[in-house]
T-cell receptor, first 115, second 109 residues
Framework: NAGVMQNPRHLVRRRGQEARLRCSPV?????VYWYRQLPEEGLKFMVY????????ESGMPKERFSAEFPKEGPSILRIQQVVRGDSAAYFC?????????????FGSGTQLSVL | AQRVTQPEKLLSVFKGAPVELKCNYS??????LFWYVQYSRQRLQLLLR??SRESIKGFTADLNKGETSFHLKKPFAQEEDSAMYYC???????????FGAGTILRVKS
């Protein structure tokens, strides 16, 4: 069990480009969460997905950001037309289901740097 | 709205001294509280959760609904406890975890 895998570990983009962050959950986990960590701040919830469904996207910026978790393949967090303020560490977490008290398994994160 | 406050960015103690990492929360319903820890060069991982009422690595945390707190305590700190600690909250029946800003614990020899 390799745990939650995120790639790339580091991503450098110029302003205006697109960033695609990938997250493969723990095998058998059907729930995925994305968090963003800005310098000097804690983890901010972005979006919660189950296979092929977005359950809660209350933390996602209304523009430029989107997420998906297809039936096959990893979850993708996509940021269009990146700006310097998007520079942050993006963490993915997974869990097997939505039972209360269940813990999340975190990936190592993707550090996005926007030049 | 759910909110978690960790007032200390950095807590520095000597080895063998007691440790208390503070966490206060704001939530109108019944919360589930967690402590997550990130050791150097490792992933964020669950340390303990209030519903389990367990002690992990000598750490305990008691949910105080009157004071809306979930402070993390250890009677005798060890150098290997040095890490970033996050307090997190989830509403009962909810899904997402809301995290505090985190506290860096440094245990000096």
């Amino acid at each position: 069990n390799a745990g939650v895998m995120q790639n790339p570990r580091h991503l450098v983009r110029r302003r205006g480009q697109e960033a695609r962050l990938r997250c493969s959950p723990v095998k058998g986990h059907s729930h995925v969460y994305w968090y963003r960590q800005l310098p000097e701040e804690g983890l901010k919830f972005m979006v919660y997905l189950q296979k092929e469904n977005i359950i809660d996207e209350s933390g996602m910026p209304k523009e430029r950001f989107s997420a998906e978790f297809p039936k096959e393949g990893p979850s993708i967090l996509r940021i269009q037309q990146v700006v310097r303020g998007d520079s942050a560490a993006y963490f993915c977490a997974s869990s097997p289901g939505d039972r209360g008290g269940e813990k999340l398994f975190f990936g190592s994160g993707t550090q996005l740097s926007v030049l | 709205a759910q909110r978690v406050t960790q007032p200390e960015k950095l807590l520095s103690v000597f080895k063998g001294a007691p440790v208390e990492l503070k966490c206060n929360y704001s939530y109108s319903g019944s919360p589930e509280l967690f402590w997550y820890v990130q050791y150097s060069r490792q992933r964020l991982q669950l340390l303990l959760r209030h519903i389990s009422r367990e002690s992990i690595k000598g750490f305990t945390a008691d949910l105080n609904k009157g004071e809306t707190s979930f402070h993390l305590k250890k009677p005798f700190a060890q150098e290997e406890d040095s890490a970033m600690y996050y307090c997190a909250l989830r509403g009962v029946g909810g899904n997402k975890l809301v995290f505090g800003a985190g506290t860096i614990l440094r245990v000096k020899s």
